[in-house]
C-alpha cells in the first residue's frame, strides 16, 4: 500500500520531529548540567546534605578509584563543580535564578583533592548528631539564642583537629542537653572564621549571649574540657536541710517551678555531684535542683518517707508530706539524660489559646504561637518547653491555636499547616510567620530577631497596592535554603530603615497566583516597590547590600543612559570630565552579579569620575552601533586630548568594586609632582608651602596600588597643601636622607618657618588628611577621605 504525504503535510511533520529532537536535546544537557541532579540532592537540601551527598560521591567515583576510566576525571569535575556552587550561599542563588550562565564570571577550577581528603578529612562532624555542624548564614543566630555554646573551629588539613576528633565527639555526647557542642569547619567558612579572628586550628570558643567569647588553653583531654565549659554553666544546687526546706519548696512553687530533689542515704546510690550539676544546667529555668543529706538530716528525711537514696520530682503544688497522693515523681534512673527526659515529659505544656480570646490576647502581648490542627498533630518537642525560660527577657509569651477550633482565623493569617509564628502585641495584623529550622536555637533566636524587627507576612489582604508608603517584598519558598538564609538579614535591615520603608514577605507556595501576578520566575526574588516605580535586587545576602540598595535608590550613582543621554554627557563631555560605562543586558548573568558592585564602585567614585549604564536589550540598535560585542562591556572614557584613545576597555578578571575603582582611579590625570633630589631640596625642604610626600619604588606592588589613593589625597588638599612623589628606586640617596625604611611611605612637610616633618600610614589616609587639617596654619576644614 503506498502512503501519499503532501508537501504541507511534510513540512509540518518534519518540524514537529525537528522539535522533539530539540526538545529531547535540552533536557539531555540541562539533565546532565543540572549541579542538584549531579549530588543526587533536592533544591530544598540544606548545606549539611549537599555535603553529605557529594562525600558519598566523591568516595565513589574519584579517579584514584576509577583508573581505568577514561572519563573520571571529567565526571568528577562535574561533581565537584556542582558542590562548590551549592555550598555557597551566593553562588547558589545565582544558579537557581539564571542557571550556569549566572556563574560565567565565577572561575571553574580544574583542581580537587585525593580520595584519602575525602574520606578521613572531609566534613569531620557531619555525621555526629551531637555536634551541630554551623554554617556562615546560621553562626550568629545560634550563639546568641541565650544557650551556652561550645564551638570547635577547624580545618579539615590540620592533623591536630583530627587527633581532637574523637575525644570532642565523647565530649559532645556527655555534655549533651547540657550546652551546645558545636563545630565550623574553616574551608568551607573561610570569611567567618575571619571574622571572628580565628588563626589557628583547632581553636576552642565559649559562647554565650551577654559575654565576650572565651578561647580555650588547656590540655585537649574530655575530663578538662568538661571542667572549663562547666564554669559557664551558671545554674546552681541547692543544698537543702531543716532550716531552708520549707520556704525554698514553698517559694519554688508560688512562682510554679517544682523541685527535682536528690536524697542520699545510707542505702542505695545518689546522683553524683557532676550529674547534679549537669541536670541543673540542663533544667535550668523549669526545674530547680537540690540534694539532701539524709545522714545529718534524718529527721525531715523520715517525715518524708525516705529511706534510702533516692530521686524526686516534686511539681508545683505536690503535698511534700504524702508522697503517695501529691503527685511526686520517683525516678530509678542515675543518668543525668534519662532524668532529664523523663521530668521534661512531666513539665505542663503550653497553654492553648482560644478563639474567642486570640485577638485581644496578641494585641496585649507578645506571642509565640504553635499552630496545630487538633490534639492527634501536636508536636510535643519536649525541648521546646525551654522557650518560655529563654524568652522571659524579651517579654514573649508562648501559647498555642488550634486551627480546627477556628479555621476562618488560620486562614485568614494564610496558615494551612502546623507552623510557629510570632505576634508583636499589635494583634494579627503585624506578625511573621517562621521558616527555619524546628530546632531550639533556632526557633529562640527567630523570636527575639522578629519581635525587635519590622518585617510581616504578606498575603493578597495585606499585599501593598499602589501604597504611598514604599514597600521591600521578598517573594521566597520556605524550601529554599538561600530564602532562609535571606529573611535574619531582612530583619537587620528593617531596623535601620524603620519609618522610612515597610518590609514584608510572600510564601510564593501559598500565595502562587500573587508571584505569577509579578512574574517571579526564581527564589529569592526581593523587590522594592515605590508606587508605579518597581526595583529588583540583586545583591548580596547581606543587611549592608540591602541597605546599600536602599540608598542608591535614594540617591542613584549610576547614571542610566539613553543612545541621545549618552552621545550628550559622554561624547560631548566636558574636557576634563571622566566616563566609565557599564554596557549590559538584564537577562545576562554576569551581568546581574556585576551591577550591585558597579553601583557601590560608583559611590565610591563619586566627584571623580562619572559613571553610567545603558541596556542593550533595550537599545540594542544603539550597542551595535557602539561595537559592543558582549554583556557585561566596561568600558571608560578618559579626560579629552588630541592623542587621547576614545575609550578604554575593561579587561581585568575581577569585576568587584574595589577591582573597578582602582582601575578607574588609574586613568585620572596625575596632580601631584614628580620630585627630583634638586627640586626636593629647593621646593619642600627649604620653600615656604606646605608638602605632602609619597616615597615609593616603581617595582612595589603596595605602592603602586596606593599610588591612586594618593592622588585622591592631593587632590582634596589641592590650594591648601602641596603633594609630591619621590622614586626611591631613581634617587636612593635622597630616601636615605629621609630616613625612609619602607614603601611606600608616606610624610607630611608643614611650613612654620622652619620645615617639620611627621611620618603617616599609607593604608589610612583619614590620619593624613585629619593631621593637616589640624595644623595651625590651616584656616579651613578639609574633607575627610575615608
Known sequence: ?????????????????????????????CTDQDYYSLLGVTKEA???????????????????????????????????RAYEVLKDEDLRKKYDKYGEKGLEDQQQGGRYESWHFYRYDFGIYDDDPEIITLDRGEFDAAVNSGELWFVNFYSPRCSHCHELAPTWREFAKEMDGVIRIGAVNCGDNRMLCRIK?????????????????VKYYGDRSKESLKNFAMQYVTSTVTELWAGNFVNAIETSFASGVGWLITFCAERGDCLSYQTRLKLAGMLEGLVNVGWMDCGTQGELCDNLDISSSTTAYFPPGATINNKEKGGVLFLNSLDAREIYQEVMQHLPDFEIISAASLEDRLAHHRWLLFFQFGESDKSNVEEFKKLRFLLRDEHIQVGKFDCLSSPTICSKLYVYQPCLAVFKGKGTGDYEIHHGKKILYDIVAFAKESVNSHVITLGP????????????????????????????ELRKASKHLYGQLKFGTLDCTVHEGLCNMHNIRAYPTTV???QSDVHEYEGHHSAEQILEFIEDLRNPSVVSLTPETFVELVQRRKREEIWMVDFYAPWCGPCQALMPEWKKMARMLNGLISVGS???????????????????????????????????????????????????????????VDLTPQSFTEKVLNGKDHWVIDFYAPWCGPCQNFAPEFEILARMVKGKVKAGKVDCQAYSQTCQTADIRAYPTVKFYPYQGTKVKSTFPT?????????????PGSSRKLPLFV
Open 1 to 29: 500500500m503506498e502512503f501519499l504525504v503532501s508537501k504541507g503535510d511534510y513540512i509540518r511533520y518534519f518540524k514537529r520531529s525537528l522539535l522533539l529532537v530539540l526538545v529531547c536535546v535540552i533536557v539531555l544537557v
Open 528 to 530: 522594592v516597590f515605590n
Open 614 to 672: 545603558v541596556d542593550c536589550q533595550k537599545y540594542y540598535s544603539f550597542c551595535h552601533q557602539e561595537s559592543v560585542r558582549g554583556y557585561p562591556e566596561i568600558r571608560l572614557f578618559p579626560q579629552k586630548s588630541n592623542t587621547a584613545h576614545q575609550y578604554f576597555s575593561y579587561n581585568g578578571w575581577h569585576r568587584d568594586s574595589y577591582s573597578l575603582r582602582g582601575w578607574g582611579l588609574g586613568y585620572l590625570p596625575q596632580v601631584s
Open 197 to 213: 579572628g580565628i588563626n589557628s586550628y583547632p581553636s576552642l570558643y565559649v559562647f554565650k549571649t551577654g559575654m565576650q567569647p
Open 763 to 775: 593604608n589610612r589616609l583619614v590620619v593624613i588628611n585629619e593631621k593637616i587639617e589640624k595644623h
Open 46 to 80: 540544606s548545606s549539611r546534605e549537599i555535603r553529605q551527598a557529594f562525600k558519598k560521591l566523591a568516595l565513589k567515583l574519584h579517579p584514584d578509584k576509577n583508573q581505568n576510566d577514561p572519563n573520571a576525571h571529567e565526571n568528577f569535575l562535574k561533581i565537584n
Open 461 to 488: 489582604q495585606n499585599f501593598p497596592d499602589k501604597e504611598k508608603e514604599p514597600w521591600l517584598v521578598d517573594f521566597f519558598a520556605p524550601w529554599c535554603p538561600p530564602c532562609r538564609a535571606l529573611l535574619p
